[in-house]
């Protein structure tokens, strides 16, 4: 990929003509992440029941011409050796360490109000997207269209051919462990559109190569601090029934005072897939829906799911901290996840903790349980 991506810049600067490559902002992030949970048999703290993980990120903005810059980035993932003496498991790849490209593109201007972006990058679409609540995030091999000809309207358009899977760690190299989005790739055709004065509407569908089609649909509203939304999704697979879903959520927030919310959903019962993230994995990906829950994901997007979602946010003194809850429920088993956050700055560097109390019929045995997380990021 970092050929091909370098071999497109070059016949790219050979059309605008030769000149000086100027150098951008340069930026990234050291992250330390640790985690401990009190499930059977362990007690909170202990090595077996804890994981632990240290990541660097660095990112360079390079400007080849008017029309044509690049994005270029490096992720490296390490255990630190933690794992011999403080910890068992990982947040993200295996023991081995890894380093890869995380960012690799050039985005240009192809006419005025249209740009595109190509190559390894990460996005932000309802059921295609980038997970932030990791130590590392999952970038794609992609092209993205985007074009604003239309009055207040942003139309995309995508094709998205590989997907970053942490799951499969490889030795420290660069390419990491990247494979095929679907058989042969997937794409993505979407809408944002605020032509309904004080609504913002998204419209996507999504193809998947001999997987499924899918559909999205969301609408919300802002007034002065009132906040309504409404979701509706449709999974189309190859083979299975379909997966439709619903929710809606009504919320209240003062800009950087305070925000609260509630939120509710409904999942089909007959359904084949998860309404999730579908780079995420089987099963685990976040679901775009309003009730995702902060930790336990894989339960609020299934098939017959029942949820509701109730969270508080504020700001005290230099401390930004949060309380979020989430219920999902079938008859496969129900889930609750109460989650408590506190979070500050000194600097660059940032550090927050988290606690959430877990209560799932297919965690732990039934019984509820405890978990623990640090999160210490340095910005440069």
Known sequence: MKLRTMSLAAALLIGVGAQAVEIGEFSGDARLYYGTADMDPNDLFHKDGAMGNAAISADLGLTFS???TGNFGVTYLTTMGLEN??????WAGGLKDQLWLD????????????????????????????????IVSNAFDAAVLVDQHLPETTLVGAWIGRSWNNAEPVDAKFGGEFSTFGKSGAYA?????????????????????SIATAFWAQAETDISGVSIGAQF??????SGDDTSAFAAKLGYGVEE????????????????LNVQNSAGLAGFGQSPLYTEAWWNFGYVGAPDTT????????????YDVGIYFTSANNDAGDMMDLTLTAGSSIGAF???LAYIMTDADNQNGGDAYNTLQAYLTYNF
């Open 66 to 68: 008017d029309r044509v």
């Open 85 to 90: 003496s403080l910890v068992s498991g990982v």
């Open 103 to 134: 960012e690799a593109n050039l985005a240009f201007s192809v006419i005025d109000k249209t740009s595109m972006v190509v190559g390894r990058q990460y996005l932000d679409t309802p059921l295609v997207f980038s997970e932030t609540w990791n």
């Open 189 to 209: 055709v979407g809408a944002v559109t605020t032509l309904i004065p004080t609504v913002e509407l998204e419209l996507w569908y999504y193809g998947i190569s």
């Open 233 to 238: 999704a449709n999974l189309s697979p190859n």
């Open 257 to 272: 005072s305070f925000n609260v919310a509630v939120a509710f959903s409904q999942v089909s019962e007959d359904g084949t």
């Open 307 to 318: 949820s509701y979602s109730i969270l508080g946010e504020s700001g005290f003194g230099r």
């Open 350 to 352: 940032d550090y927050a």
